[in-house]
């Protein structure tokens, strides 16, 4: 017997559940998105997570777009078909574009606090720098329908420091990093943009914003073998709207495209764990073993991480005990 995760889309293809198992390995999902800082208002906002280790290229997306517009034809009430097409164009930077896929979507879905949330924060980075009343408008939404939802709170606060409250922005800022889980994406994101505006503006922060949270004893491990998360229902819907063929090259070229980042920025042991595991859910053991070798070598000298990396690739299974 077969279910929905391991049925293959077509003939020659990946397995569906195989292919979003591998995207959430790669893809890290920051609820809050791109820290916005500005030196001056009205500057633009730094690049999105498009650009992130890990995502997947233009093309890429690209492909998965023109899928999901077909697809999105056929079915115009798909409200997850929206969202996911929202998140495609906001992965190639088209925030026009992905403002006008999540209206669809929360036309369709308004209890949905996800589509609120990614409708602000395109709306924001499709303007001039600023947060305008329709981004917090639908980021009031959002947190109507969940209080705690990470991002509204997040750019709300980014709309108080623009609007001059500087101290009000921090206040939100700190109380939502005591909110934070420990290791959450966005957890330094908002660690950054506190120290930024707090030092700007001369806000003394005492001893308010909460430490890191300590490192686990055996990190490397723990990276490893936190289990995969299931595939999101966006990640299906993208996965089965791709011909066969072309979802092998889509789930190959986002690895590949991990690898050539590796090889520039080598100094991130979290991304050569993801590239190990990868690489194994592909079958492709020798380079994962040549993934850890590479990995050791970028932390010459740093015991303490080649000992991490060494870790997880034991538990990962890539080197003998």
Same mark, same amino acid.
């Given at each position: 017997?077969t279910d929905?995760?391991?049925?293959?889309?077509?003939? @020659?293809?990946?397995?569906?559940g $195989?292919?979003a198992?591998?995207?959430?390995?790669?893809v890290?999902?920051?609820?809050? @998105? %791109?820290?916005i800082?500005?030196?001056?208002?009205g500057a633009a906002? +730094?690049?999105?997570?498009?650009?992130?280790?890990?995502?997947?290229?233009?093309?890429?997306?690209?492909?998965?777009?023109?899928? &999901?517009?077909?697809?999105?034809?056929?079915?115009?009430d798909?409200?997850?078909?929206?969202?996911?097409?929202g998140?495609?164009?906001y992965?190639? =930077? !088209?925030? *026009?574009?992905?403002?006008?896929?999540?209206?669809h979507a929360?036309?369709?879905e308004?209890?949905? %606090? =996800?589509?609120?949330s990614a /409708?602000? =924060? +395109?709306? +924001?980075?499709? @303007?001039?720098?600023?947060?305008?009343?329709?981004?917090e408008?639908?980021?009031?939404?959002?947190?109507?329908i969940?209080?705690?939802d990470? !991002?509204?709170?997040? #750019? /709300?606060?980014?709309?108080k420091? &623009?609007?001059g409250?500087?101290k009000?922005a921090?206040?939100?800022w700190i109380?939502?990093?005591?909110?934070?889980?420990?290791?959450?994406?966005?957890?330094?994101?908002?660690r950054?943009?506190i120290a930024?505006?707090?030092?700007?503006?001369k806000?003394?922060l005492?001893d308010?914003v *909460?430490?890191?949270a300590?490192?686990?004893?055996?990190?490397?491990?723990d990276v490893a073998?936190?289990g995969?998360?299931?595939?999101?229902?966006?990640q299906?819907?993208?996965?089965?709207?791709?011909p *066969?063929?072309?979802?092998?090259?889509m %789930?190959?070229?986002?690895?590949?495209? &991990?690898?050539?980042?590796l090889?520039?920025?080598?100094?991130?042991?979290d991304?050569?764990?993801?590239?190990? $595991?990868?690489r194994?859910? /592909?079958?492709q053991?020798?380079?994962?073993?040549?993934a850890?070798r590479?990995?050791t070598?970028? #932390?010459a000298?740093?015991?303490?991480?080649?000992?991490? /990396?060494?870790?997880?690739?034991?538990?990962?299974?890539? %080197?003998?005990?």
């Amino acid at each position: 017997m077969t279910d929905s995760n391991s049925r293959s889309a077509g003939s @020659g293809g990946l397995p569906i559940g $195989r292919i979003a198992l591998i995207i959430a390995a790669l893809v890290a999902v920051v609820a809050v @998105g %791109v820290a916005i800082w500005r030196n001056q208002p009205g500057a633009a906002p +730094a690049p999105p997570p498009a650009a992130a280790a890990g995502q997947p290229t233009g093309g890429d997306v690209a492909t998965a777009i023109t899928q &999901l517009q077909a697809r999105l034809k056929d079915h115009p009430d798909d409200a997850q078909g929206w969202r996911m097409l929202g998140w495609s164009y906001y992965q190639t =930077e !088209r925030f *026009p574009d992905a403002v006008a896929a999540y209206r669809h979507a929360t036309a369709l879905e308004p209890g949905n %606090v =996800e589509g609120w949330s990614a /409708l602000g =924060e +395109a709306i +924001a980075l499709a @303007g001039k720098g600023d947060i305008p009343a329709d981004a917090e408008a639908a980021f009031r939404k959002a947190l109507a329908i969940d209080p705690k939802d990470a !991002r509204a709170r997040y #750019f /709300l606060a980014v709309k108080k420091d &623009l609007d001059g409250d500087h101290k009000g922005a921090v206040d939100d800022w700190i109380t939502l990093l005591k909110d934070t889980p420990a290791g959450a994406p966005w957890e330094e994101n908002v660690r950054q943009t506190i120290a930024q505006v707090a030092a700007k503006n001369k806000i003394a922060l005492g001893d308010r914003v *909460p430490p890191p949270a300590p490192a686990p004893p055996h990190p490397g491990g723990d990276v490893a073998a936190a289990g995969i998360p299931g595939p999101t229902p966006e990640q299906m819907a993208a996965a089965s709207a791709i011909p *066969p063929g072309q979802q092998e090259a889509m %789930v190959r070229g986002m690895v590949e495209g &991990l690898a050539a980042r590796l090889k520039t920025n080598p100094k991130d042991g979290d991304g050569w764990i993801r590239l190990m $595991r990868a690489r194994l859910v /592909l079958g492709q053991k020798t380079a994962a073993t040549q993934a850890y070798r590479d990995a050791t070598a970028a #932390f010459a000298g740093d015991g303490r991480e080649q000992a991490r /990396l060494t870790e997880a690739a034991h538990t990962l299974g890539v %080197v003998g005990s």
